[in-house]
């Protein structure tokens, strides 16, 4: 028999893991990651003579073409994956990549908490802790490779000839860098939360209400 089994602490942890997978799919899939320097398009595109800065993510781009009358144009610079800016970045979306795969999978399986705790006698948030901890670890990595892929000629064309590792030249972080930075944080805090959310929906009180043959069981 299904035991739906719905406590606070196994609600917010379920929260926080779909929203720490979310803001690291945002983050990769994002063109912000660096703003390039201000520029200025040509007469013809920008008769006004505004500026603008183009931003370049991992693997995308947005930047403004003199033809174009609609604005910016965004999309992906790198249409095969050896494209990408550099060996760093590349090494970098492996390891975003991997980290998002198992947030994405922890995600979905938090859905079933409610009415599975248990997979082959081993707790389900036990197991997700885990998978959340090596998920961190991974994007831990991502995003310590990320700036050491600076110092390639597809950034210095965004961020000027000073851009190098580690140092931004004429460019500013984007909020994309940030948000994965946050979902990182987040992952982690999931992963100590998970054993929270294992005690509360295991304790005593749990356990009396299933003995009183409820089949649906909410608490704070």
């Known amino acids: 028999m299904c035991h739906v089994i719905v406590t ?25 990651w660096l703003l390039g320097f201000p520029r200025t398009p040509d007469a013809v595109s920008s008769p006004h003579g505004e500026t603008y800065r183009p931003t370049l ?3 995308g781009r947005c930047i403004r073409l003199p033809h174009l009358r609609r604005g ?26 991997a980290g ?16 599975f705790q248990s997979i082959m006698k081993k707790s389900i948030f036990n197991v997700c802790g885990l998978l959340q901890a090596i998920a961190g670890l991974l994007l831990i990595l991502g995003l310590v490779l990320y ?23 004429l460019c500013s972080m984007g909020w994309a860098f940030y948000t994965a930075l946050g979902g990182t944080v ?7 939360f998970s054993a929270q959310a294992e ?9 009396e209400e299933i003995e009183e043959g409820k089949s649906l069981i909410c608490l704070l």
């Not at 606070?8 to 912000?32: N, P």
């Not at 987040?186 to 100590?192: D, K, M, P, R, S």
């Open 8 to 32: 606070c602490r196994s609600m917010l942890w379920t929260l926080l893991s779909i929203v720490a997978a979310f803001s690291e799919l945002i983050a990769f899939m994002s063109t912000d």
């Open 57 to 59: 993510g991992i693997y």
């Open 72 to 97: 910016v144009l965004c999309g992906p610079y790198a249409v095969h994956f050896s494209e990408i800016a550099s060996g760093f970045w590349q090494a970098t979306s492996i390891f975003l990549a």
């Open 100 to 115: 998002i795969l198992l947030l994405s999978a922890v995600a979905f399986i938090s859905v079933f908490t409610m009415c």
């Open 147 to 169: 700036p050491a892929g600076w110092g390639s000629d597809k950034v210095q064309g965004y961020c000027g000839p000073d851009a190098s590792p580690y140092q931004l030249g």
């Open 186 to 192: 987040l992952t982690f805090i999931c992963a100590v």
């Open 199 to 207: 005690i509360a929906t295991s304790s005593d009180k749990v356990q």
